[in-house]
């Protein structure tokens, strides 16, 4: 069942946390971007790439094609849109929409690959893998590593602002942390990105991610101080109660 986490004004509270955690996110990206506009790699992210390449997976290889076929840009597209389609069909049409904003990024972020056009790893360095769906555009930011933290940490904010259950928050938590951390091994295991590639797609994802989750929570805040009628429509019912509660 579907109920609120934490309340609507306790998520208001942390907005001064949120803007910094923007705030540095920021000056992260900034960086990061200069590095990669700069220098096509590194000689130590050449060495870890081969250090990291060095490990054999063992009966655990088989992850490398689950976690290839999870971050291909059709299989990734089409799990955003089944959720997207289930909110919407149970009535969290105001998270649906949010959630389906989560592309904006990854199409912009195609135009700031080609803009800063840093070099992906070439095979005569380390061993590449194509992987489901082939190798797309430049290097940074990694538009897998980015999509990881903005879609499943914008369904943890989500679980965690609107599920009553603990045992589902948890399950959620972990899965959406586990894949996380999961995909900047692996884009470096398989040749697809250098560790400052990674490193840039998850700042720009934690930046796109607070930045989406001020938007929620402004849009909340505005229906809750009666402006907005339209979004106001497509709150569930049970947020339109807890907030008739508030007034």
């Given at each position: ?18 803007q910094t955690g923007i705030f540095t996110a920021l000056v992260v990206m900034a960086a990061t971007t200069y590095i990669a506009l700069t220098v096509d ?207």
């Amino acid at each position: 069942m579907y109920t609120k986490g934490i309340s609507i004004q306790e998520d208001a509270t942390r907005l001064t946390a949120r803007q910094t955690g923007i705030f540095t996110a920021l000056v992260v990206m900034a960086a990061t971007t200069y590095i990669a506009l700069t220098v096509d790699y590194y000689g130590w992210e050449l060495e870890f790439s081969l250090w990291l390449q060095g490990f054999d997976l063992g009966w655990a290889d088989f992850l490398r094609d689950g976690l290839s076929f999870a971050g291909a840009r059709v299989v990734s597209g089409a799990a955003l849109l089944v959720v997207c389609v289930a909110l919407w069909a149970r009535r969290w049409r105001l998270e649906a929409v949010f959630v389906a904003l989560a592309l904006v990024p990854d199409a912009l972020n195609i135009l700031v690959k080609e803009l800063i056009a840093r070099p992906r790893p070439m095979a005569d360095l380390v061993d590449v893998a194509v992987g489901f769906g082939g190798i797309q555009g430049y290097g940074f930011p990694s538009g897998h590593a980015l999509h990881a933290v903005l879609f499943c940490g914008f369904l943890m904010y989500l679980t965690r602002l609107h599920v009553a259950s603990p045992t589902l928050r948890r399950a959620v938590f972990a899965l959406g942390v586990a894949y996380i951390l999961a995909t900047g091994p692996w884009l470096i295991y398989d040749g697809r990105h250098w560790l400052i590639d990674v490193a840039g797609g998850y700042v720009y994802g934690v930046f796109y991610l607070l930045t989406l989750e001020a938007a929620y929570s402004r849009a909340m805040k505005c229906i809750r101080d009666g402006k907005g009628a339209r979004l106001a429509e497509l709150v569930h019912p049970s947020l339109r109660e807890e907030m008739a509660k508030l007034e």
